[in-house]
């Protein structure tokens, strides 16, 4: 979130694409049983058919950030997605309502 309110506040990134990411490297699998396990442990996880550009872990390339910005990441994956589901669950009205408008 941090990362968000810097770039509404400085202009050293403007018209730039920046990934803002963890230090964690994490399988997908890992990251997908995690979003589960914190919203509905019961529920069980689908598999589709692989594709070729599916990527086995998830690693975000901040160099970018970490130059324009002075981006540093104060959280892991983990803590990101469980602040992502409290954030979601306190604002899901506004936020779906906003999605399905766009």
């Given amino acids: 979130m941090e990362a968000n309110v810097t770039l509404l506040s400085e202009d050293g990134a403007d018209g730039e694409a920046l990934?803002?990411?963890?230090?964690?490297?994490?399988?997908?699998?890992?990251?997908?049983?995690?979003?589960?396990?914190?919203?509905?442990p019961e529920l069980g996880l689908e598999f589709a058919e692989r594709h070729d550009?599916?990527?086995?872990?998830?690693?975000?390339?901040?160099?970018?950030?970490?130059?324009?910005?002075?981006?540093?990441?104060?959280?892991?994956?983990?803590?990101?997605?469980?602040?992502?589901?409290?954030?979601y669950r306190s604002n899901r009205e506004w936020y779906e309502g906003l999605v399905r408008s766009s």
Wanted: hydrophobic share 35%.
């Fill in 19 to 40: 990934n803002i990411g963890s230090t964690d490297n994490i399988k997908i699998l890992t990251l997908a049983e995690e979003i589960r396990n914190q919203i509905a």
């Fill in 53 to 87: 550009a599916d990527a086995e872990d998830t690693h975000a390339d901040r160099s970018k950030a970490e130059e324009l910005l002075g981006y540093e990441p104060t959280r892991t994956i983990r803590d990101g997605v469980e602040e992502f589901i409290e954030w």
